[in-house]
């Protein structure tokens, strides 16, 4: 794949502190839109500022080509991760997040095609790993390059959807689509191995017919190696099991399962950024930048 | 009117003093406790709640299982993932096998408005409509709720139940009696009767008090069953006032207009008509209130339609 419009590779330093700076974004658009999906949100973004900002070849440019890449955000509810991460490579301005879940906004409450950069309707869980089958299985067809991402929840694989889903992966060979699992083990309930367990998680998705990675999904850079080694097979789909904390890089906010949608308060916010502000100015000094 | 609490709160609590009255009813949940208000539920009656995670086919088959061997089952999800995808395990592990269990939608209609239309169900009525043998309800306030949540703990044949989860007015004087499939007569007028359902009739109770400024006799109708239809209350209002309007929380297709609609033509009787609901079209997201507002389903709103109709119908 080597169209022209492959995104910038950021390097690592760079990917890392944008990951903050997309977690303060996060945090203030929902403040703003006083609704949102905090937790999930926190815990996805380093997998989006990887997708976006290093791995694949989609940009506002090249957004009609029928040889981008393609990713369908299945936990559709994380859409204020998504909708930042779009907003900062430049979809749209970012001032129109402030309309985010607004009487007749198109920034609904999930990630419609109405915003320019999302490629597919989500929000109902356990629909995006058929629709991005559907997507590779047309690349191979049409004997195109493009690779098909998608992101799942941990919760969301209670969906029997996913799992017919992968067979059909399996089935047809999928090697352009990679799959990743945000692994961060909280659903609304509470732990999913305590409201309906999935491990041996990596098992089942060997058994499934899937080339499987474990990886940290809040590690920049270990996302990064990760990511650049897929597809891991020929001929079978990639699946990418993401470690990840939710509420990731708030104290007070991570491993929380009510964080799932809750809303900072005044004060709230306020440690948020001002935990955030400190790690971007620990990550400058690290860098030399400070 | 006195505004009460939500009938997703008046919900949670009839069910828990059921449960604790009887070990036999059991909730499956869904990932949606916290959602259906029944932290509490769980908390107090652990061997009564079942969760199968997000899973609302699975929800359904399970909770048609359970039912089957004679426990009394509450399935409750957010209604608009229960009756779009379960559907089929509605369609035929409940409603075909005939398996009374109450399939519960919180949260229906537009209740999450700015989630957008993957989380809206505005389609529930007309898909189990369609479907034989599953009674489909919407209760407009507490009273409602209360008293079809106690009624459907015995009632016999699977059932529907949606609501939403903002605080509804208190529409009944005490006393009001209740019972599945017959209709409430809120107030009567000679010039147009209302009929709505759920959410939608303390806005339809207003609209008569406008109305009635304006010297135009109104009537409403809160027709919490769709399923079996009380026939005769809507034939009743056709014949007793010039025109009908429904009101309802849910696409102007295969819902409480279209019923009322089929059944008043195929009686002959061709009152002034109005369905009042969401239309066709891409559906605007916002708040319940705000979409509300959009699409007339507000007391002025409600009362502009009325005018127009009786003018309509003075000049043709
Ligand atoms: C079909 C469907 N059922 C239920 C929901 C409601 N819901 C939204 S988020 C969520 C929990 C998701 O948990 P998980 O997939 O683990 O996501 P994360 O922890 O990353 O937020 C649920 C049940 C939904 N959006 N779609
Ligand atoms: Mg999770």
């Not at chain 2, 009380?230 to 006032?241: Q, Y």
Request: glycine share 10%; charged share 20%.
């Amino acid at each position: 794949m080597d169209s022209n419009h492959r995104c910038e590779k950021l390097s690592l330093a760079k990917l890392e502190r944008k990951s903050i700076q997309y977690r303060k974004n996060v945090l203030s658009m929902i403040k703003k839109a006083n609704a949102g999906h905090t937790g999930g949100d926190l815990s996805c973004v380093d997998i989006l500022n990887v997708l976006y900002n290093y791995v694949l070849n989609v940009s506002p440019e090249n957004f009609m080509d029928l040889d981008r890449d393609r990713y369908i955000h299945s936990k559709g509810h994380s859409v204020e991760a998504l909708y930042t991460v779009l907003a900062d490579r430049g979809f749209f301005p970012s001032e129109e997040l402030d309309t985010l879940n607004q009487f007749q906004s198109h920034f609904v409450g999930h990630p419609t095609r109405k915003v320019f950069g999302v490629e597919h309707n989500t929000g109902a869980l356990g629909h995006g790993l058929s629709v991005s089958v559907g997507v590779a299985l047309a690349g191979k067809m049409d004997g195109r390059s493009y690779r098909v991402y998608t992101l799942l929840g941990d919760g969301e694989l209670q969906e029997g959807s996913n799992w017919e889903a992968s067979m059909s992966a399996a089935h047809f060979g999928l090697d352009n689509l990679v799959v990743t699992v945000d692994r961060n083990t909280l659903q609304i309930t509470g732990r999913t191995e305590e409201v309906s367990s999935l491990e041996p998680l990596a098992d089942k998705f060997t058994a499934f017919g899937y080339a499987v990675r474990t990886v940290n999904g809040n590690d920049v850079a270990a996302l990064v190696e990760i990511f650049d080694q897929a597809p891991f097979e020929k001929g079978k789909p990639s699946l990418i099991l993401a470690r990840t904390t939710k509420g990731k890089g708030v104290s007070f906010i991570e491993d929380q399962a009510n964080w799932h949608h809750r809303i900072p308060t005044d004060e709230e916010l306020t440690a948020a950024l001002t935990e955030l502000q400190a790690a971007e100015e620990a990550r400058q000094v690290q860098d030399g930048t400070r | 009117m006195e505004l009460g609490r939500p009938n997703l709160e008046v919900f949670a609590d009839t069910l828990l003093e059921l449960g604790q009255q009887n070990k036999e009813l059991l909730v499956v949940t869904s990932d949606s406790r916290g959602s259906g208000k029944l932290v509490s539920f769980g908390q107090k009656l652990p061997g009564q709640i079942v969760e199968v995670g997000i899973a609302e086919q699975n929800l359904v088959g399970i909770s048609a299982g359970l039912a089957s061997t004679g426990k009394i089952v509450f399935a409750v999800s957010p209604a608009s993932f229960l009756t779009a995808r379960a559907l089929e395990q509605i369609k035929n592990d409940v409603a075909y096998s005939d398996i009374p269990v109450k399939v519960v939608g919180i949260s229906a209609g537009v209740s999450y408005g700015a989630l957008g239309s993957t989380h809206h169900s505005l389609h529930d009525f007309a898909a189990l409509q369609a479907v034989n043998n599953i009674d489909i309800i919407a209760p407009a306030d507490n009273f409602e709720t209360r008293e079809v949540i106690k009624a459907a703990l015995t009632y016999p044949r699977p059932i529907y139940i949606r609501f939403g989860r903002k605080p509804m007015y208190h529409l009944h004087k005490r006393g009001t009696a209740f019972e599945i499939g017959k209709a409430i007569i809120l107030k009567s007028g000679s010039d147009v009767t209302f009929i709505a359902t759920g959410e939608t009739v303390s806005r339809a109770v207003i609209a008569c008090v406008l109305l009635e400024e304006q010297g135009i006799s109104c009537g409403v109708v809160s027709m919490h069953t769709l399923k079996p239809l009380d026939e005769g209350i809507v034939l009743d209002a056709a014949r007793g006032s010039r025109a009908i309007i429904t009101v309802e929380e849910h696409s102007v297709h295969g819902g409480l207009g279209s019923l009322c609609a089929s059944l008043l033509l195929q009686r002959g009787l061709c009152n002034p008509f109005k369905i009042i609901g969401i239309p066709d079209e891409y559906t605007v997201t916002g708040s319940q209130v705000e979409i509300f507002e959009y699409y007339g389903i507000t007391p002025e709103g409600l009362a502009q339609t009325a005018c127009q109709l009786l003018e309509e119908e003075t000049f043709k």
